[in-house]
């Protein structure tokens, strides 16, 4: 299964039996099996395509996003057919009003995400030893930290609030991001994490990059039949995929690191991206360099985000399950 990129001016789709005809200028270029597809990225605005086509790829379980073409984030979402277990999302709904169920949630995400960056920061120290003295500096301040948060675990009988979790998380997160400032190369202007819009390469990489992973995970949500909006450190809020959230925030360590690799090898270089009124673009031959190398590098976490979406709702299920009417009921009056 595989990711269709669509980010061509003048492309017209079209449904054609179980393939997708692609068309530039009217001319046919060629079809794509919808049973290879997984998932589908409209970049831009200048694709056609009619509601058939995005009916195809629904009933196929294929996820469509569609990007806005001035910024790394998500436009819309389309998914695909909707899991019928009822049990999980009740279960889960049931675990958000859980504060100690939150709580533990919240404290294992931490962890994991701290230990990882100690991970990325180690492994860039020894690839980039002339920039060992910010990232030293930067696992000064996560150490003490993830020491902390191991002792939660292994000594104090009550949880940590989640306010004092975020509170140890965004300390760490400036101190880590504070030591990434380092080892990107100085043309590329990272001075820290920027967004909304990114004004530097390095930024413009990490929030396409967190939004990939972040639609993803609410892919992965929705097929075991978990609510993707329901999260348990990121707690509900409007507009909000608090799950697919929660669900990424480990993942974002490994992410950092593949982008730096990906600038540090130049794969992509400064010539890929422009300024316009401040904001970063990544340009279109960028984009086409990066949907390859994210293809190639991200089945690793789409198989991490799958298992931790399968486990969830595996836990979730049999919980919910005492909810669900019973089978022979009469549901006349339904």
Known sequence: MTLLLLDRAQLEI???????????????RGTVPIKLLDRCVIHGAQTRLD??????????????????????????????????????????AQRVMNDAACR??????????????????LTLQAARPD?????????????????????????TPELPALPTLLGLE????????????????????????????????????????????????VQHCVQAGL????????????GRESLASDLIEPLRPAIDLWVWELLRSRTLREDHFSLDKGACLLGKTGRAIYYAEWEKTSATWRRYLRLQCQNLAGSLRQQGSVW?????????AC
Not at 188 to 211: A, I
Not at 231 to 237: D, L, M, N, T
Request: aromatic share 8%; proline share 7%; net charge positive.
């Open 14 to 28: 079209k449904s054609e039996g179980e393939t997708l005809a692609l068309y530039e200028a009217g001319t046919r």
């Open 51 to 92: 509601t058939g086509v995005l009916m195809k790829l629904a009933e196929a379980g294929v996820t469509t996003t569609l990007m806005s073409p001035r910024s790394p984030r998500r436009v819309a979402l389309v998914l695909g057919s909707q899991h019928n277990d009822a049990a999980v999302r009740l279960a889960q």
């Open 104 to 121: 533990q949630w919240a404290l294992a995400l931490v962890r994991s995400k701290i230990t990882r960056q100690r991970r990325t920061l």
């Open 131 to 155: 920039a060992r003295k910010p990232l030293f500096d930067a696992l000064q301040t996560l150490d003490p930290i993830r020491a902390q948060l191991q002792a939660f675990t292994q000594t």
């Open 170 to 217: 965004g300390a760490a997160a400036r101190a880590y991001f504070g030591g990434l400032t380092g080892v990107f190369a100085p043309a590329l202007n990272f001075s820290g994490r920027n967004r909304r819009p990114p004004r530097d390469p390095v930024n413009v990489c990490l929030s396409l990059s967190y939004t990939m992973a972040h639609m993803q995970a």
């Open 227 to 238: 609510d993707p909006m329901l999260g348990f450190y990121h707690r509900p809020s409007f």
């Open 324 to 332: 669900l009417a019973h089978p022979d009921e009469d549901d006349e």
